[in-house]
């Protein structure tokens, strides 16, 4: 994974300034060019129209925390449809590396019932999403999860890709379903097939693989807490809609949970 394009999906919220603050960070340690997009349901787009007022509250809000904006590889484009059909469309045809998007705090039930624009562009996108909830400065760790099969390594293959464009360290994380009463601290000791199959898919950098045993989410939550991650990468399977019948997945529940980043690799 390389990191030559950022673009950034933007309102008019709190929640985007971060997102643009974050991208902004990440394309100035790797060198990268940024594009924010605005997308807009309601106006339709005309040829030589006035800019909507997202992007004008945007260009604004840039001029003040960033005045030279206007001369960095920064630019600002607007879009007219439904938003996630839009982002990911963009991004796509843009040949971006990374989407970033604000990361919105929502309740246990509405995550249940309801799928948001972050959870419709993650499950269309073919470029990797970052979701913010705050602004992230560019990360010197980052935290894979992988789960053993042949997509767990496209997330490690993507997340040193990406810990190499900025510089950063990679540590990596396993769960293996407990046994019984068996103690969670026993995994690291005695690995069952399908970690011993993945260390050996790692090669020398399954010596950075942390082994645990118990519930996925749980453990992955208690193992960026224990790690104090900054950044979460996961695998996220493409398609499928959203609300009851993608709400218990491991990937979707990490999005929502994790007190940190979350960057989804599609699947």
Request: aromatic share 2%; hydrophobic share 45%.
């Amino acid at each position: 994974m390389r990191l030559g394009h950022i673009v950034v999906a933007a309102d008019e919220t709190e929640f985007s300034r971060n997102a643009i603050r974050t991208a902004l960070d990440w394309a100035d340690r790797a060198d990268a060019q940024v594009t924010v997009l605005s997308v807009s349901q309601q106006r339709a787009m005309a040829h030589g129209s006035s800019p909507g007022s997202a992007v004008v509250t945007i260009e604004r809000w840039l001029g003040h925390e960033v005045p030279e904006w206007h001369a960095s590889s920064l630019r600002i484009v607007e879009a007219a449809g439904v938003p996630s059909i839009e982002i990911a469309r963009f991004a796509e045809r843009a040949n971006a590396d990374l989407l970033v998007l604000g990361r919105k705090p929502r309740s246990a039930t509405s995550r249940r019932l309801l799928g948001d624009t972050a959870d419709a562009v993650a499950r269309r996108s073919g470029v990797p999403c970052l979701f913010v909830s705050e602004a992230e400065a560019a990360p010197d760790r980052l935290l894979a999860a992988l789960d053993g099969t042949d997509r767990g390594l496209t997330v490690f293959r993507a997340a040193g890709g990406l810990a190499g464009a900025l510089g950063a360290a990679l540590d990596l994380v396993t769960v293996e379903p407990a046994a019984g009463d068996e103690l969670g601290r026993l995994a690291g000791d005695v690995p069952n097939g399908r970690t011993e199959r993945l260390a050996r898919a790692l090669g020398p950098s399954a010596r950075a693989l942390r082994v645990r045993r118990g519930a996925p989410v749980g453990e992955i939550l208690r193992e960026i807490d224990v790690g104090r991650a900054r950044v979460l990468v996961l695998g996220y399977h493409r398609g499928g809609p959203p609300g009851l019948v993608e709400a218990g997945s491991v990937a979707r529940q990490l999005v929502h949970r994790a007190t940190c980043a979350v960057l989804t690799i599609p699947l």
